[in-house]
């Protein structure tokens, strides 16, 4: 079965596996909360919508530590 994105992509952006995880899922919650508050339905899942972001270079390890800085 092949991944899209691949991992060598996605870990050029978050070199760690473990940050990748927590950074990906955190921004999915993100996703998955304002979709609930506005009613929007989504076309894709939080968690496939996080994963593009990281992929196309969006969202990575900094954004992490901003938003854990300013919640």
Known sequence: MMLYPAMNK??????NRY????VVARR???IAEVADETG???M???VTIAINEVANGRLGA????QTAENP
């Open 19 to 22: 940050m990748l995880v927590n």
């Open 40 to 42: 929007e339905h989504l």
């Open 28 to 30: 999915a919650r993100q």
């Open 62 to 65: 900094a954004s992490q530590d």
């Open 10 to 15: 996605l870990t050029s952006v978050v070199p």
């Open 44 to 46: 894709e899942k939080p």
